[in-house]
C-alpha cells in the first residue's frame, strides 16, 4: 500500500513541475521565438507525449530556430540533418568501413551516423527522394538502426523533428502515407502578423543575443513519457477520437463531404495519436485527466497529414482543414 502512495506522490509530483514549468518554457523560447504560440504548444505536447512531430511551412519562418530552442531548453543532443536530393540513406544511419586493426588485421566498423541523437532536426525532409525519406523509417518505429544484419539502439528521449516546405513548391518529393502515419502531429507554422514581424526583424539585426537556459534534462523528458500514460481518458472519450478517425475514411457509411472530397482517411494511428496528444495536452495544463476540448484542439494537427484528399477537392478548392472541421461537426461528442 505504501508503494502505491509513494507512486501516486511521485506521479503528482512530476504534474505539478510540468505545469509550474510550462511558464517558465514559454520564457524562455520567447527569448528567441516571437509569435507562434499555436505552433510552439503543438510542439511541446508532441514531446511529452513521445511522439515524432512534422511542421509545414515556407522557408525563412523559423522552424529550424524552434526545434533547436525547444533543444536546448530540454538539455537534449541536437544533431540537424540537411535532406537534399544526392543525399544518401547511409548518411542519415551510419555506415560500416574497414579499417585496420593494431594487430596488422582488417575488420568492418560501423561509423555512427547523425541520427544517433536525442533530438534530429530533418531538415527539408521532403526535398530528398523517397529512398532516403524511408531510412527514417526503422529509426522512428523502432528507436534503432538494423547495419549489416546488426541492431544498434538509439539514444533515448528519441524524437525526429521534421521540416518540410508546401508540396506546391519546385523540386519537393511528397512523403509517403506509411511514413507520414509515424508522425504524432502535423504542425503548421504560418506568415506573423505585422507586429510580430516588426519584432523578428529588430530582434534580428540587432547585435543583441538572449541565452536559453536548460529547464530539464533526458531523463525529466523520460519520466513526463511514463507519465502522460498513465493519465485518465474515460472509454466515451476514447471511442469519440476512434469514430472521428473512422468517419474519415471513404465508404458505405462515410458522410457524402468525405465521399466527395476524399481519398484516403485517418488509420488507427490517428485515434492514438489523439488519445496520447489529449494526455499530454492536459498535464500541460496541470490536469491529471483528458477532456473532449483536448481532443478538439488536437483534431487538426493529428489528421491533417493522414486525410488525403482527392481531385475532386482541389477542384472544388476544399483544404484538408476545412473537411477536418466537418469531421467535428459531424461526429458526435461525449457527453460529460
Known amino acids: ?39 510552439t ?6 514531446l511529452f507525449a513521445g511522439g ?3 511542421i509545414t511551412g515556407a522557408p525563412g519562418l523559423a522552424k529550424t530556430l524552434l526545434v533547436r530552442t525547444i533543444a536546448q531548453v530540454f538539455h537534449l543532443d541536437f544533431r540537424r540533418i540537411q535532406f537534399t536530393p544526392d543525399l544518401m540513406p547511409a548518411d542519415i544511419t551510419g555506415t560500416e568501413i574497414l ?32 529512398k532516403t525519406q524511408a531510412a527514417l523509417l526503422e529509426a522512428m518505429q523502432e528507436h534503432q538502426v538494423t547495419a549489416a544484419g546488426t ?31 509515424r508522425f504524432l502531429f502535423n504542425v503548421v507554422v504560418d ?34 513519457h511514463e507519465v502522460v500514460r498513465k493519465v485518465p481518458i474515460a472509454e466515451d472519450l476514447v471511442r ?11 465508404g458505405p457509411d462515410a458522410p457524402s463531404f468525405v465521399t466527395d472530397w476524399v481519398s484516403w482517411g485517418a488509420g488507427l494511428r490517428a485515434a492514438q495519436s489523439l488519445v496520447l496528444g489529449a494526455k499530454a495536452r492536459a498535464l500541460l495544463a496541470g490536469r491529471f485527466h483528458a477532456s ?41 461528442e461525449p457527453i460529460t
Do not use: W
Not at 11 to 31: D, M, N, P, Y
Not at 109 to 117: D, E, L, S, T
Not at 151 to 157: Q, V
Not at 298 to 323: F, I, Q, W
Open 1 to 39: 500500500m505504501a508503494e502505491v502512495v509513494d507512486d501516486y506522490e511521485n506521479e503528482r509530483r512530476i504534474v505539478e513541475k510540468v505545469h509550474e514549468s510550462r511558464g517558465r518554457i514559454e520564457r524562455e523560447l520567447a527569448k528567441v521565438i516571437v509569435g507562434q504560440k499555436e505552433a
Open 41 to 46: 504548444h503543438q510542439l511541446l505536447t508532441s
Open 52 to 54: 515524432h512531430c512534422l
Open 99 to 130: 579499417e585496420e586493426t593494431g594487430d596488422g588485421r582488417r575488420r568492418m566498423q560501423f561509423v555512427k551516423g547523425p541520427i544517433f541523437a536525442n533530438v534530429i532536426l530533418a531538415d527539408e525532409i521532403n526535398r530528398t527522394p523517397p
Open 151 to 181: 541492431r544498434y539502439p538509439l539514444e533515448e528521449p528519441f524524437f525526429v523533428l521534421a521540416t518540410q516546405n508546401p508540396i506546391e513548391m519546385e523540386g519537393t518529393y511528397p512523403l509517403p502515407e506509411a511514413q507520414l502515419d
Open 191 to 224: 506568415y506573423l502578423a505585422e507586429n510580430d514581424e516588426v519584432a523578428v526583424v529588430q530582434q534580428t539585426t540587432s547585435r543583441q543575443t538572449e541565452k536559453v537556459e536548460p529547464l530539464f534534462s533526458g531523463r525529466d523528458v523520460l519520466e513526463f
Open 240 to 250: 469519440y477520437a476512434v469514430r472521428l478517425a473512422a468517419a474519415s475514411r471513404p
Open 292 to 332: 473532449v476540448e483536448d481532443v478538439r484542439a488536437l483534431a487538426h494537427p493529428t489528421m491533417r497529414h493522414r486525410v488525403l484528399l482527392g481531385y475532386r477537392a482541389e477542384a472544388d478548392g476544399v483544404t484538408v482543414d476545412s473537411v477536418i472541421d466537418r469531421l467535428l461537426e459531424h461526429v458526435k
